[in-house]
C-alpha cells in the first residue's frame, strides 16, 4: 500500500477516534446506563466500551470492507494478505467506569505484520496524537519529541499492573525501579501511558503482559517520537498479547534489564 493510502486511512482514524471519544464521553454521563460487568480480578467492560467498538467497526468496515478488524470487547480478527485495523474502545476502563479522567480511545492500523499508523483520543483533554511510520508524531498537529531525561534519579516510568501476570514479580520489579531511583507511576491505561513518553512527560512505559489493541498505536507514537520500544507483533502477539517497554532512548537499557531481572 503506497503512502499516500495509508495517510488517507490515517485521517479517517483521526476523526473515527475523535468521533468515539465524544460518545464515550456522552455515554459516561449516564452512569445507571453503564452497565459495569467484571471480565477478572480489577479488569472490567461497560456497556460504553461495547456500543463505541460498534461505531468504530461500523464506520471502518463500511470506509474498509476488505480490511480486518481486532477489536478488544468483540473480537474479529486479520484477513490474510489485508491491512487489519486494531481497536480499543476505551482504553482505562477502570478509570472510566470511576469517572476518571485518565482513559482514551485507541485506533492501530497493522499492514504486513507491522504498525503503520497509530491514533489516540484523550477526551478528557480533547487531545489527539497520531503517527505514521516514517512520518513522525503528533498531538493537536503539533510534532512530539520524546524526553531527554538521563539521570534515573529524575525519570519517571508508568508500570501497569493486571492480574493477568504474578503480583509478586510486579512487586520486586517496582521495588528494584525505586531503589535505582526512579519514580513510579501506575496510571491504568497503557495506551495514554506511552503516548505521555511520547509527548516526554513519562520517561518510560512498561507492563508485563498487554494486547495488541492496548499498545500497539502508542508503542509507533513513542518510535515516531524518537523513543525506543522492545518489538511488540513477534509469533502470535496479535491475538496473545506480549510484555511491553518503551522508553527515551538514555532510559531503555534499564528498563529492559529490571523487566528481565524480574521476569516471573
Ligand atoms: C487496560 C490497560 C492497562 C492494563 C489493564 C488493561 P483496558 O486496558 O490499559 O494498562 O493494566 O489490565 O489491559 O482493559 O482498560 O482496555
Redesign the pocket.
Known sequence: MDSGEIAARMRVAEALARDAGRLALDLRTDRPRLDIRR?GP????TAA?VAVERMLVTALRSRFPGDGILG?EEGGGARPGAPCWVV?????????ARALPH?CV?IALVIDGRTEVGVIHEPAADALYAARRGAGATRDGLPLRIGRTDDLASAIVDV?????TPAGAYGALVSDLLQRGVGVL?C??????LARVADGRLDGYA?R???A??ALAGLLLVEEAGGRTRPFLDGDAMTTGNETIAATPELFATLVDVMSAHRP
Not at 42 to 45: F, G, H, L
Not at 160 to 164: D, I, T
Request: aromatic fraction near 14%; hydrophobic fraction near 30%; charge should be negative.
Open positions: 471480565k480489577q479488569d472490567v467492560v466500551d478488544e480499543d474502545p476505551i482504553d482505562g476502563t477502570s478509570n472510566y482513559w485507541s501497569g499492573y493486571s492480574a493477568r501506575n491504568g491505561s497503557a495506551a495514554l501511558g507492563e503482559h498487554l494486547y489493541w492496548d
